[in-house]
């Protein structure tokens, strides 16, 4: 009997794949239904209910609402949709703003080397000494009145480049002996060019990497300040939402589904955010990307 040959075409290529990298995979699928809960879910839902004294405070889980009301009236479900966006919102925001000033520092740092490399080394030695969320804090408590998601986003974002300058710029050291680097150098091509047009292109898997990394690490840090009562008091992120839980002791008076609520939601943005870490991680590495037979 003869073989029916192999399927082809850009379906069958992405589901070889999907095959090889499964990380990468269910971590897409994971972000995409948390993107599809906030942006599709308020066309089907009124997120209006996320305010306080939208419905019966403390019910459970109805078909009115479907994961139960807090003591102050607001949806859960409607708190959920909006708190999903505007704690990714603070994680992308300060993520990027750390790779991106992390990528170019610890790049100009490793190419041009000397007193250049010597103080942003010196800057990122002294910046990792400083306990980042006891300056999250301080800087919270002191500005605590007015703030938003995006400002506490950027207030991340001053610290988060730190450890992606150090990473980076040990990457980038290697690849500053590569030959494509001498022979653009040759060609006569300028420091800041070879960065951006021979350098960078040539480590963006490992800097999509440290971007998710980045990501996961400013959420982490938003929420812990949220829980603290200093994040965003008129904006229900995930984050706020265990304050006012804690600060409501939903957990003595058996309030569960006030309990799951913010707490199932991050537990499905910290898996996709890790799966996608790793499948970006083994795009990455020359040894690990073998296996996917690119």
Do not use: C
Not at 158 to 173: E, F, G, K, V
Not at 211 to 234: E, H, K, N, R, Y
């Amino acid at each position: 009997m003869m073989r029916s040959a192999p399927a082809r075409g850009p379906g069958a290529g992405l589901v070889r794949f999907a095959r090889r990298n499964p990380e990468l995979t269910l971590g897409l699928v994971l972000m995409a239904v948390l993107v599809l809960f906030a942006f599709a879910g308020p066309l089907v839902w009124d997120i209006d209910t996320a305010d306080p004294l939208s419905a019966s405070p403390s019910r459970p889980p109805s078909l009115a609402h479907p994961f139960g009301t807090d003591s102050q009236g607001r949806d859960l479900l409607a708190a959920a949709m909006v708190g999903t966006w505007l704690t990714i919102k603070v994680g992308l925001i300060a993520g990027g703003i750390g790779v991106a000033v992390g990528a170019l520092l610890g790049f100009l740092g490793a190419y041009y080397g000397g007193w250049l490399d010597s103080a942003i080394v010196g800057v990122v030695d002294v910046g990792l000494t400083i306990p980042a969320l006891l300056f999250l804090v301080v800087f919270g408590s002191a500005f605590r009145e007015g703030l938003d998601t995006t400002t506490i986003a950027l207030m991340i974002g001053t610290l988060a480049w730190l450890s992606p300058t150090r990473q980076i710029r040990a990457q980038a050291l290697v690849m500053r002996q590569a030959g494509y680097v001498f022979l653009a150098q040759l060609n006569g091509a300028g420091g800041l060019r070879i960065v951006l047009s021979e350098m960078m292109p040539n480590l963006m898997p490992y800097l999509m990497a440290s971007f998710v990394l980045a990501i996961s690490q400013a959420i982490l840090a938003a929420v812990g300040l949220d829980a603290l009562g200093l994040g965003p008091m008129d904006e229900p992120t995930l984050g706020m939402t265990i304050y006012w839980m804690l600060a409501n002791s939903a957990f003595i008076r058996g309030y569960w589904w006030w309990v799951m609520t913010p707490i199932a939601v991050l537990v499905v943005l910290f898996v996709a955010l890790y799966l996608v870490s790793i499948g970006l991680d083994v795009i990455a590495n020359p040894r690990l990307r073998r296996r996917l037979g690119t």
